[in-house]
């Protein structure tokens, strides 16, 4: 399996700022790495898919890069419905395996 | 609309059986692949288990390997997921997922989870 390894665990910030998440992955997966944001008690949703490809109807300040195996999402100008955790996840090779998650939490 | 929906969560002993079902509409079933995907209290996603939409590829997380079978039926738009020799470890929310067609493989829809408990 791939493992893949999210940083940090946790983030505080605040409205209007703008954070970053990064995910490493063991072994090359060729940008087949997407990013979901999951609220208490919900199942997760997608946000962006093959690396840098917003999901239809995701607001444009969530945004994804890559470089070789390392991964970020970053989300400007945060809005109160942006706190939430955030996973990577491969989906080169099956089992498509998640980071450990990011919790964004309001400073 | 696209509908995904978890049934078959409950309560069951340690070293017993559990059938989830996920049924589904909206979208022609045999034209996607599955995964079921778990959280355990309080913790983070693991993927369990993933199936082709012609059911001929599955694949196993190394946890259940042995003791989880997944399957589809697309006649019924349903997909399965039979666990069995439950431990505790297996104590979590069930997520039912869709890979999505021309998003690199990732998680278009997911149901809303069924609770399995397992415990002495």
């Known amino acids: 399996d791939i493992q893949m390894t999210q940083s940090p665990s946790s983030l505080s910030a605040s409205i209007g700022d703008g954070v970053t998440i990064t995910c490493r992955a063991r072994q090359n997966i060729n940008d087949f790495l997407n990013w979901y944001q999951q609220k208490p008690g919900k199942a997760p949703t997608l946000l962006i898919y093959a690396a840098s490809s917003l999901q239809s109807g995701v607001p444009s300040r969530f945004s994804g890069s890559s470089s070789a195996t390392e991964y970020t999402l970053t989300i400007t100008g945060l809005q109160p419905e942006d706190f939430a955790t955030y996973y990577c996840q491969q989906s080169f090779s099956a089992p498509y395996t998640f980071g450990q998650g990011t919790k964004l939490e309001i400073k | 609309e696209v509908q995904v929906v978890e049934t078959g969560g409950g309560l069951v002993q340690i070293g017993g059986s559990l059938r989830l079902s996920c049924g589904t509409s909206g979208f022609t079933f045999s034209r996607f692949s599955f995964m079921w995907v778990r959280q355990a209290p309080g913790k983070g996603l693991e993927s369990v288990s993933y199936?082709?939409?012609?059911?001929?590829?599955?694949n196993y997380a190394d946890s259940v390997k042995g003791r989880f079978t997944i399957s589809r039926d697309n006649a019924k738009n349903s997909l399965y997921l039979q666990m069995n020799s439950l431990r505790v470890e297996d104590t979590a929310v069930y997520f039912c997922a869709r890979e999505g067609n021309g998003l690199a493989s990732a998680i278009d829809y997911w149901g809303q989870g069924a609770l399995v408990i397992v415990s002495s």
């Open positions: 199936i082709s939409g012609s059911g001929v590829t599955t």
